[in-house]
Nanobody
Framework: QVTLVESGGGLVQAGGSLTLTCKRT????????MAWYRQAPGKQRELVAT???????NYVDSVKGRFTISRDDAKNTVYLQMNSLKPEDTAAYYC??????????????WGQGTQVTVSA
């Protein structure tokens, strides 16, 4: 059993910053890619950022230059630093993890989500 637990969400004014944390616990597995997704009410889930086991990162265009994904494998943790937040960033944010060998774009484990609300 592997569990992902997100934290760090909250209410922030536009232009502010938040750092989301996703801690992995449970059975030791080899994790390859980790990702952050978000889903706003009435919208489809959106991939925000990914980070590979060697630290390669990718971002959706709307957050490039504002968000930074990072990971600390010694702590089984992935982070999402969010700066210059905009109201359109408001969503539930979820972390996901893919084991080594899982097909690209697919994830084996998901967190329960943390809410980020950005006020204008």
């Amino acid at each position: 059993q592997v569990t992902l637990v997100e934290s760090g969400g909250g209410l922030v004014q536009a232009g502010g910053s938040l750092t989301l944390t996703c801690k992995r616990t449970g059975v030791a597995v080899r994790i390859n890619t980790m990702a952050w997704y978000r889903q706003a009410p009435g919208k489809q889930r959106e991939l925000v950022a990914t980070i590979s086991s060697v630290g390669s990162t990718n971002y959706v265009d709307s957050v490039k230059g504002r968000f930074t994904i990072s990971r600390d494998d010694a702590k089984n943790t992935v982070y999402l630093q969010m700066n210059s937040l905009k109201p359109e960033d408001t969503a539930a944010y979820y972390c996901a993890a893919a084991e080594v060998g899982t097909r690209w774009g697919e994830y084996d484990y998901w967190g329960q989500g943390t809410q980020v609300t950005v006020s204008a």
